[in-house]
């Protein structure tokens, strides 16, 4: 059977979702499709544009056409989360500028480019943080009053990323008051 880049992409994520971000590696990708690594390359160029294609998969549930930058945010966030170690995928591809960008575009037409690459940035962050505090509850690595459900302060991650989120918003909205008076 021939495999489509489609189903690389699938594979990918299914490593990704077995092992994690450190063993997604075309090696693996190809064995997982009881392939040779270089039968990837005819979908693929590289492992850098595999990345891509897994963070646009990851990201495909979020709809762009959210007038409301909060939940934008929000579903970008619940995307990443969702899939272990989405969040270093996004980020990764992100940084490098190598998936799609439709998400910073939307932001920047809803809040302008600075306020969106500050609302990507933190959601991002705040979504590998939390990411990495799971995994480390998940392998005992912290005790029961330093569990994920729990911030510093007693708050969940959920509030405390609202919390971040309002902040942000706010001083968007204060600093568009103060230029236009």
Same mark, same amino acid.
């Not at 590696?25 to 891509?52: C, F, G, I, T, W």
């Given at each position: 059977?021939?495999?489509?880049?489609?189903? !690389?992409?699938?594979?990918?994520?299914?490593?990704?979702?077995? @092992? &994690?971000?450190?063993?997604?590696?075309?090696?693996?990708? #190809?064995?997982?499709?009881?392939?040779? =690594?270089?039968?990837?390359?005819?979908?693929? =160029?590289?492992?850098?544009?595999?990345?891509?294609?897994?963070? /646009?998969?990851?990201?495909?549930?979020?709809?762009?056409?959210?007038?409301? =930058?909060? #939940?934008?945010?929000?579903?970008?966030?619940?995307?990443?989360?969702?899939?272990? /170690?989405?969040?270093?995928?996004?980020?990764? !591809?992100?940084?490098?500028?190598?998936?799609?960008?439709?998400?910073?575009?939307?932001?920047?037409?809803?809040?302008?480019?600075?306020?969106?690459?500050?609302?990507?940035?933190?959601?991002? &962050?705040? #979504? @590998?943080?939390?990411?990495?505090?799971?995994?480390?509850?998940?392998?005992?690595?912290?005790?029961?009053?330093?569990? =994920?459900?729990?911030?510093?302060?007693?708050?969940?991650?959920?509030?405390?990323?609202?919390? &971040?989120?309002?902040?942000?918003? &706010?001083?968007?909205?204060?600093?568009?008051?103060?230029?236009?008076?």
């Amino acid at each position: 059977m021939r495999n489509t880049r489609a189903d !690389v992409v699938a594979a990918a994520l299914r490593v990704l979702a077995a @092992q &994690g971000l450190e063993s997604c590696s075309m090696r693996r990708v #190809a064995a997982e499709l009881d392939v040779q =690594p270089s039968a990837l390359y005819h979908h693929v =160029p590289n492992k850098q544009s595999l990345l891509a294609l897994m963070a /646009d998969e990851i990201l495909r549930s979020v709809r762009l056409d959210a007038s409301d =930058p909060r #939940a934008l945010c929000v579903a970008l966030r619940g995307a990443m989360l969702s899939v272990r /170690d989405g969040a270093d995928v996004v980020a990764t !591809v992100e940084a490098f500028r190598l998936g799609s960008s439709a998400i910073e575009r939307r932001l920047a037409e809803l809040v302008g480019g600075e306020g969106a690459q500050t609302l990507l940035l933190y959601t991002f &962050g705040h #979504a @590998q943080s939390t990411q990495t505090h799971r995994q480390a509850a998940e392998f005992g690595a912290l005790l029961a009053e330093e569990l =994920p459900q729990e911030a510093g302060d007693g708050r969940d991650l959920d509030a405390t990323f609202d919390s &971040g989120i309002d902040i942000i918003l &706010g001083g968007l909205a204060a600093r568009e008051i103060a230029r236009t008076n």
